[in-house]
């Protein structure tokens, strides 16, 4: 595919259940982003991927909150305990080496009922 | 506290005339500034970048200012369509690090015809 694909697209889920959200970037990109954007509010920075690198975590909400990236490739977000302030869209971009444009897939959207 | 601000939620303009979104920050160590457009049930698609090294970019219907002086930049729509009509957010990132995009709350445009 020629853009960043991310799945679901929609999610409803109970507070308090665990869900996964996954992004796939574009081939060759090796910096991968999860952003959330909540309602009415502008996009929020929550971790970044870089190659091998340590992830940087800063903006992870809480401790409910963690991501992995495999093989330099596919990211899943995880949030344990879903509460209902977890609520958003949460956006998945990549950034190709030097670059300083990002691409976004067309995020996810979750509902914590 | 918000680095990145637009303070326009929305405007609203007729098909045809210019459309001008504003954005200011605060952080002076930004050095690259992106605009994305968004519609809904998508993800942010990139339109418009400027570097701190230049006052101007265009691209077509599209132009950038950039006043750093006034740690202020503007979009230039002209001339506007009704299919411009969408949600525009303006970012900022510094080079080194992560990288990240920090985003304003974005300004809903309407273009009419």
């Known amino acids: 595919g020629a853009g960043v694909s991310q799945s679901p697209s929609n999610k409803v889920t109970e507070k308090g259940k665990d869900v996964e959200l996954r992004c796939d970037p574009i081939s060759g990109h090796t910096a991968l982003y999860w952003y959330r954007q909540s309602l009415g509010q502008g996009l929020e920075f929550l971790i970044y991927?870089?190659?091998?690198?340590?992830?940087?975590k800063s903006g992870l909400p809480s401790d409910r909150f963690s991501a992995e990236r495999t093989g330099g490739s596919v990211s899943t977000l995880t949030i344990q305990r879903t509460q209902q302030e977890d609520s958003a869209v949460y956006l998945c971009?990549?950034?190709?080496?030097?670059?300083?444009?990002?691409?976004f897939g067309p995020g996810t959207r979750l509902t914590v009922t | 506290d918000q680095q990145v601000k637009q303070n326009s939620p929305s405007l609203s303009v007729q098909e045809g005339r210019i459309s001008i979104l504003n954005c200011d920050y605060t952080?002076?160590?930004?050095?690259?500034f992106l605009w994305y457009k968004k519609y809904p049930a998508e993800g942010p698609t990139f339109l418009i970048s400027?570097?701190?090294?230049?006052d101007k970019n265009e691209d077509g219907r599209f132009t950038v200012f950039l006043n750093k002086s006034a740690k202020h930049l503007s979009l230039h729509i002209v001339p506007s369509q009704p299919g411009d009509s969408a949600v525009y957010f303006c970012a900022a990132t510094l080079v080194g690090g992560s990288e990240k995009l920090v985003f304003g709350k974005g300004t809903k445009l309407t273009v009419n015809p």
């Open positions: 952080n002076s160590m930004f050095d690259y």
């Open positions: 991927f870089q190659g091998n690198s340590a992830p940087d």
């Open positions: 971009a990549s950034k190709a080496s030097g670059g300083r444009r990002q691409y």
């Open positions: 400027i570097s701190s090294i230049k």
